[in-house]
């Protein structure tokens, strides 16, 4: 299996900062990444496809890069509604895995 | 929009099969792959596998021996079966939709099911 591997696992920020979640792949899985939000109780929520293409209906704050190994998730000036839990998704092999998951904290 | 609703009991004895259905509403059935995700309480997200209308199927080898997911397109349901369940199997279940890429764009809210006696 593809081991997907997040940094940091917990993050503190502000509103109004710039953060940036890193997933690295344990091998190559070309752009098919998607990043997912999940708040407390709820189902996630896709963000992003294909490594960058946003989701209809998530904000333009949010943005994604990178390819074969090393992904980023961006969000360029956070938000009170962006506070909880990040996972990266890889699809390009079966059996399809995630992240450990990110969580981001109100500092 | 697609919508998606899991049913099903959510307390399943050790060694019995956990059963649950998603409703599916808003979309064609024959359109997506359908998925069945799970999350143990406070941990990360692992996939069991999906089903396609056709009956096409492709399952998490570390669930294969015990998993079943079936598409019932008459009720515009699909369904999960993981036999001989144990405690290590308690988690809120999601059942999910894909394209067919892989990424999931819509999800149910989700069930908490209980292995216990």
């Known amino acids: 299996d593809i081991q997907m591997t997040q940094s940091p696992s917990t993050l503190s920020a502000s509103v109004g900062d710039r953060v940036t979640i890193t997933c690295r792949a344990s091998?190559?899985?070309?752009?098919?990444l998607a990043w997912y939000q999940q708040k407390p109780g709820k189902a996630p929520r896709l963000l992003i496809f294909k490594a960058s293409t946003l989701q209809s209906g998530v904000p333009s704050r949010f943005s994604g890069s990178g390819s074969g190994t090393d992904f980023t998730l961006t969000i360029s000036s956070l938000q009170p509604d962006d506070f909880a839990t990040y996972f990266c998704?890889?699809?390009?092999?079966?059996?399809?895995?995630f992240g450990q998951g990110a969580k981001l904290e109100i500092k | 929009q697609v919508q998606l609703q899991e049913s099903g009991p959510r307390l399943v004895k050790p060694s019995e099969t956990l059963s649950l259905t998603c409703s599916v509403s808003g979309g064609s059935i024959r359109s997506y792959y359908w998925s069945w995700i799970r999350q143990p309480p406070g941990k990360g997200l692992e996939w069991i596998g999906y089903s396609y209308y056709t009956g096409s199927t492709n399952y998490n080898p570390s669930l294969k021996s015990r998993v079943t997911i079936s598409v019932d397109t008459s009720k515009n349901q699909f369904s999960l079966k993981l036999t001989s369940v144990t405690a290590a199997d308690t988690a809120i279940y999601y059942c999910a939709s894909s394209l067919g890429s892989g990424d999931f764009d819509y999800w149910g809210p989700g069930t908490l099911v209980t292995v216990s006696s």
């Open positions: 998704q890889q699809y390009n092999t079966h059996p399809y895995t």
């Open positions: 091998q190559s899985i070309s752009r098919w």
